[in-house]
């Protein structure tokens, strides 16, 4: 008899995209959430000020210095870094039911997250990716255009780019965004390829074993 055609599961990845502020990221993220399926946002906790454009529980959840240390003491974040003087910290709980479930889970995080995701438990799940501003005057136009910050603000943020860029070389991929388009798609075949080799092994050891008993019988047929 031959076998129905079965779908293969796959534990989902953890996509990491890191960048010095205001070369694109958080663009990327945001485009790839829209026109992927499975894919979903680790939404982090941070001690920093919501900014106007900005929606608690959506871009961030937003809480006080208290909180987060609790949660922090308590073993519930994955990662915890502090950037710009505020702290940021991933939830570990949904993250570990996407990945079961199947799900990509894409986090919009800094090199020492980043370090402290490949330090934990799930490591095997990350995959890294640094985006790099085409140069230092757009950068600084780029934070310019945003007309979120202070000019002392966007200083300090050239200055911690500086800082950040050297990190570069201890992620899996690495992407300067020239051109916005050609990065998305860039991205986007990243995604695919880390996809196709996440398949569960037992899962493809049983497609194969009934294959193979398939092309038997019709070979005997």
């Given amino acids: 008899m031959i076998a129905e055609r079965v779908e293969i599961a796959r534990r989902g990845i953890m996509l990491v995209v890191s960048s010095p502020s205001g070369a694109g990221k958080t663009t990327l993220t945001r485009n790839l959430l829209q026109k992927e399926e499975n894919v979903v946002l680790s939404i982090s906790v941070t001690t920093r000020e919501r900014r106007p454009s900005e929606i608690d529980g959506v871009h961030y959840h937003f809480i006080s210095s208290r909180q987060f240390e609790r949660l922090r003491e308590s073993g519930e974040l994955l990662e915890s870094a502090e950037v710009h003087g505020n ?7 949904p993250v ?9 889970v894409l986090f919009d995080i800094d090199w020492q997250g980043t370090q402290q995701l490949r330090a934990s438990s799930l490591s095997p799940d990350v ?95």
Avoid at 87 to 93: D, I, K, N
Avoid at 200 to 214: E, M
Wanted: aromatic share 8%.
């Fill in 87 to 93: 702290f940021y910290g991933t939830p570990r709980e």
């Fill in 96 to 104: 570990e039911k996407a990945l079961c479930e199947g799900h990509d």
């Fill in 127 to 221: 995959i890294s990716v640094f985006v790099l501003p085409p140069s230092a005057p757009e950068l600084k136009a780029r934070l310019e255009r945003r007309a979120e910050d202070s000019a002392e603000t966007i200083r300090r943020r050239l200055g911690n780019a500086a800082e950040e860029i050297p990190h570069w070389t201890e992620y899996d991929y690495v992407l300067v965004n020239r051109d916005l388009e050609k990065s998305f798609d860039r991205l986007r075949s990243i995604l695919t390829a880390e996809r196709l080799k996440r398949v569960y092994p037992q899962d493809i050891n049983s497609f194969v074993d009934g294959l193979l008993d398939d092309l038997r019988d019709l070979s005997r047929a």
